[in-house]
């Protein structure tokens, strides 16, 4: 059971995650008018500030919701999980439309890898290489496509602690992903380190 749990809390974390940016993107969208009045500098100036929130928000949430669907097909399995196999296949005919559906979005695991977890190549192809075709992506683009794919991710946590119930009742919720990971706090100057730093590479470049 210790190993089912340990599963059922990755799930639970990853869709909270889900949740909170679902929830953001929500907010944003309904303040997207006073958002807007926050204008970027620089190059980034031409940006909308609440566009941009957006964007990112929604890119960070296929991250994460590549890894619950990881979690999904590598983990929640009758092979890792022999003594609750039965309710486990039980939990994949349950959620065998909501798989259909997303499978629609073919290229989700591919887009996460290429373009925004990894280092832009495909197959060791960078993906500026005159020699690569341009290639199209059939992932969520329109804000409405992110939020089904976020509400159906969190319809398969539903279903899946429904059919555990008596092992998430047991679960404490109030048990943080921060309690199983700690930090080195350093408060440094910046523009100290920066300039100094700055200074030896051009040292080193103009010789």
């Known amino acids: ?23 953001i993107n929500y907010t944003y969208r309904d303040n997207n008018e006073y958002l807007d009045n926050i204008k970027l500098v620089g190059y980034y100036k031409k940006y909308s500030f ?9 890119n960070y949430a296929m ?15 009758p092979k890792k999980h022999p003594g609750y196999s039965d309710r486990i296949m ?10 259909k559906r997303i499978n629609k979005w073919t290229n989700l695991q591919d887009y ?7 280092n832009f190549r495909e197959k060791n192809t960078p993906i500026f290489s005159n ?10 683009y329109s804000n ?27 679960i404490d919720f109030n048990e943080s992903l921060l309690d199983k990971i700690d930090f080195i706090y ?3 100057d910046v523009q100290k380190e920066y300039n100094t730093i700055q200074m030896e590479c051009l040292n080193i470049l103009n010789k």
């Not at 619950?68 to 399995?77: R, S, V």
């Not at 039980?90 to 798989?99: A, F, T």
């Open 186 to 188: 350093n408060e440094v």
């Open 90 to 99: 039980h939990i994949k005919k349950s959620i065998k439309q909501i798989i």
């Open 50 to 58: 609440s566009n941009a929130v957006s964007g990112n928000l929604q």
């Open 131 to 140: 020699n690569r075709e341009k290639k199209t992506y059939k992932i969520p």
């Open 144 to 170: 409405s496509e992110h939020y089904l794919l976020s509400e159906l991710i969190l319809l398969i946590t539903q279903i899946i602690t429904k059919e555990f119930d008596d092992i998430v009742s047991k």
């Open 112 to 118: 996460r890898n290429n373009v925004l977890a990894h």
């Open 1 to 23: 059971m210790e190993k089912l749990t340990e599963t059922l809390k990755t799930f639970l974390h990853l869709s909270t995650q889900i949740k909170f940016i679902t929830t």
């Open 63 to 77: 991250i994460i919701i590549c890894s619950f669907l990881d979690e999904l097909n590598k983990e929640l399995t």
